[in-house]
């Protein structure tokens, strides 16, 4: 049950990650119930899928819910698929750093890694961690300049490798150390994902200008 609640809120907070990345405010109370819908029932197909296919998980939360974001916020489709699986990546990444401090009160407690609370915690955390990322000044103006042809392609190699280190630290055939290298390089590539988002932001205003 925590982990259908994991995925429901990492799917719904990729939704808004990708609203404040093409910076889109104001939605109706429509679009915005059909959004938790939406992120409810691929959140049950993803649970029901994890279990055979771990890594097609992020496959269908991309293309499923980047098709539905799309279609609620009038984007080309390939424009909404780029942005949503940016917005994964950051979502995934940002969740990576909010789960440290949870994982040290886990050590230090001996409480369950699956604890209700715990997870809502973790959950809590990685909101304020994002709501904290674009509140920053230069944030807020989202990333725009994907609407450029070819400008999306560094940041999807980096939110590539984001899932795809975050997808494979659960693997119990790999050692601590090689889990740690996995924790380690999702950070990285976090910082590396921001740096990448300025140089995006500094060349579009250049290009306005």
Known sequence: MTQLINWFFIIFLSFYV???????????????????ISAAALSVLVYFLYSYVPF?????????AGIVAGL?????????????????GITYGFGMIATLPVYAILWLLSLNEYDIILVLFTQLLQFALIYGLFSIRRMRKGMLFLKD????????????????TIGMIPDQSISHEVRLIFVISALVSVVGIIIWWRKGLTKLYKKTV
Do not use: N
């Not at 990708?18 to 938790?36: A, D, E, M, N, R």
């Not at 940041?155 to 899932?163: D, E, K, T």
């Open 56 to 64: 097609i998980r992020f496959v269908f939360m991309i293309v499923l």
């Open 149 to 164: 042809r070819g400008a999306g392609a560094v940041g999807l190699v980096i939110s590539a490798i984001i899932l795809w």
């Open 72 to 88: 609620l916020t009038r984007i080309k489709i390939d424009l909404a698929l780029t942005g949503f699986a940016l917005a994964l």
């Open 18 to 36: 990708y609203l404040k990345i093409f910076k889109i405010t104001g939605k109706s109370g429509k679009q915005i119930v059909l959004g938790i």
